[in-house]
């Protein structure tokens, strides 16, 4: 059994940056060649693809509300995917979920806010 735990949410002014992680554990061996993304979901709204990684060759994309602002990269010696979110903006707050690509495992999500 494979777990996603998402980490680094919090509350940041406009403009700023905040990098979220997600630790992936339980039978596990590597992240190596695991297809991985985030998504959001902002209050009524559904929930909406960010970025993605794909095992392997690290190719990676991106939805046009943050490609240029946010980076997805990992750390497959710590089993770990990040999002770098920087020039934040108020339309940014959401709850942002990691998931394993093709499958119906996710992250219980934490929780991104973006206000003065």
């Known amino acids: 059994q494979v777990q996603l735990v998402e980490s680094g949410g919090g509350l940041v002014q406009p403009g700023g940056s905040l990098k979220l992680s997600c630790a992936a554990s339980?039978?596990?061996?590597?992240?190596?060649?695991?297809?991985l993304g985030w998504y959001r979901q902002a209050p009524g709204k559904q929930r909406e693809f960010v970025a993605s990684i794909f095992g392997g060759n690290s190719r990676t994309d991106y939805a046009d509300s943050v490609r240029g602002r946010f980076t997805i990269s990992r750390d497959n010696a710590k089993n770990t995917l990040y999002l770098q979110m920087n020039s934040l903006k108020s339309e940014d707050t959401a709850v942002y979920y990691c998931?394993?690509?093709?499958?119906?495992?996710w992250g219980q999500g934490t929780q991104v806010t973006v206000s003065s």
């Open positions: 998931r394993k690509l093709g499958s119906n495992l």
């Open positions: 339980g039978s596990i061996s590597s992240i190596y060649f695991m297809d």
